[in-house]
């Protein structure tokens, strides 16, 4: 069971990157899967989730600071989940996470950071100003 992520970069203040986070082990549609950053200094914040296939009703949270700039996807024939980052600022410089912690529960409005589950080794992203 593993998580991968890639396509972090540098890039220029109102660019854009797309990050991938590849499965294996396990069908990625039957599990909630979410971003998360951490930049130096701060505490690592749930970015952005994705609920699982069979969960009813939203099927997707942002934290605010990103909305409407992310978008966060899943491609159920290639087990892998994106997050879509346009108009990047310098405040969105940090280290990505994409993760699949336990259960639900803690893909809502807050987006919890849930130290549990599996967790991808985390890609740059860093943004010039």
């Known amino acids: 069971v593993q998580l991968q992520a890639s396509g972090g970069g540098l890039v220029q203040a109102g660019g854009s990157l797309r990050l991938s986070c590849a499965a294996s082990?396990?069908?990625?549609?039957?599990?909630?899967i979410g971003w998360f950053r951490q930049a130096p200094g701060k505490e690592r914040e749930g970015v952005a989730c994705f609920l699982s296939k069979h969960t009813r009703g939203a099927n997707s949270y942002y934290v605010d600071s990103v909305k409407g700039r992310f978008t966060i996807s899943r491609d159920d024939a290639e087990n892998t989940a994106y997050l879509q980052m346009n108009n990047l600022s310098s405040e969105d410089t940090a280290v990505y996470y994409c993760?699949?912690?336990?259960?639900?529960?803690?893909?809502?409005?807050?987006?919890?950071?849930?130290?549990?589950?599996?967790w991808g080794q985390g890609t740059q992203v860093t943004v010039s100003s």
């Open positions: 082990g396990f069908t990625l549609e039957y599990y909630t």
């Open positions: 993760a699949v912690p336990y259960g639900n529960s803690w893909c809502d409005e807050s987006i919890t950071v849930a130290e549990d589950g599996t």
